[in-house]
């Protein structure tokens, strides 16, 4: 267990702040009490008006987490003012059906790997210097099970879990807290042009980003790693480890079933 995180009075960046989850995260902090909420994102015209709308306490600002000078230049700038106690590191992509791309894989691996290695080279030490601070990775229940409309998704969201093990094996006896947000369907732009039959669909019925949010905020009151916003992802993933063959065979099953109710099936 790490230690619990009290949101009351904290500054907190969420990459990826424009809507959906990182929006959700943003203003459950904000009613959490937290001092300020940064809402970073590529769309830093989304991510201004989102920062309108939550108030006084929230800034929107433009920041593509891929580039690793930006990121860099948004920690010195908000750090002027607080150091950061909260880095989500929220943003993602969904790309790549089946197999995917060359471009598919780099923009996922970028987005969802090496972002967050561009903000831990900096806040880590920073965060263990001063005692204190807890990057919270959103990766996907993807990431610990898999999504079989996309290969690019899948491997780098199980990359994102294993950095954020790695993190909180590495640096949790030194102050540096960590958690894992593994949603699996929620309702969101990303989602929003899922047919029925999509993979994504094999974890049940899509929830709301709002109660990502509230898992997560419960589990940084906590002080847990892994957050899983719908149970069935535990028990799912207990199935993995137990027996892998028999897991493998189950999800075969599913894919056959999910394939034959799409209307191109082959
Ligand atoms: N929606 C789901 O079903 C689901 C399930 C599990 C995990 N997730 C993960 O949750 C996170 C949030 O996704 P969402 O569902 O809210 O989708 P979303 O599309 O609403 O939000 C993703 C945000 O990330 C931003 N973004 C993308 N690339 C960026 C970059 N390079 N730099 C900065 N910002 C960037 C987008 O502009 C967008 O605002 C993602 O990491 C996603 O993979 C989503």
């Known amino acids: ?35 300020r909420v940064v809402l970073a994102d ?11 709308r939550l108030g006084e306490r929230a800034h929107g600002i433009t920041l593509d987490v891929t580039d690793a000078a930006a990121v860099a230049a948004v920690v010195e700038e908000v750090e002027k003012t607080a ?16 197999l995917g791309g060359d471009a598919d894989w780099e ?9 967050t290695l561009h903000v831990a080279r900096i806040l880590v030490p ?8 807890h990057i919270m990775i959103t990766a996907s229940a993807a ?21 954020a093990e790695w993190l909180a094996v590495r640096y949790g006896d030194d102050g540096l807290d960590v958690s894992c947000l593994c949603p699996m369907g929620v309702n969101t732009a990303m989602t929003a042009q899922d047919g029925p039959a999509a993979a994504t669909r094999l974890g049940g019925a899509y929830i709301e980003p709002e109660d990502v ?20 992802a535990a028990v799912m993933e207990q199935h993995r480890a137990g027996d892998r ?4 065979s189950g999800m075969r099953r599913a894919w056959r079933e999910l394939r034959a109710a799409r209307p191109s099936a082959p």
């Not at 150091?83 to 059906?97: F, H, K, S, T, Y």
């Not at 920073?126 to 601070?133: D, T």
């Not at 990431?143 to 950095?163: E, P, Q, R």
Request: glycine share 16%.
């Open 126 to 133: 920073r965060m263990v210097g001063r005692g204190g601070g």
């Open 42 to 52: 590529r769309d830093g015209g989304q991510a201004a008006e989102a920062a309108a």
């Open 143 to 163: 990431g610990l099970l898999t999504n079989v409309d996309s290969a690019a998704y899948s491997v780098t969201k199980h990359a994102a879990v294993a950095f």
């Open 83 to 98: 150091p950061i106690d909260l880095w989500c590191a929220n943003a993602g992509v969904a790309r790549g059906e089946e």
């Open 107 to 115: 923009v996922s691996w970028r987005v969802h790997v090496r972002a």
């Open 1 to 35: 267990m790490g230690r619990p995180f009290d949101v009351a009075g904290r500054t907190v960046v969420v990459t990826g702040g424009a809507g959906g989850i990182g929006y959700a995260l943003a203003d459950r902090l904000l009613r959490g009490g937290a001092a």
């Open 245 to 248: 063959d028999r897991w493998l």
């Open 213 to 232: 949010a509230e898992s997560a905020v419960l589990a940084l009151a906590e002080g847990r790693f892994l957050i899983l916003p719908q149970p069935q």
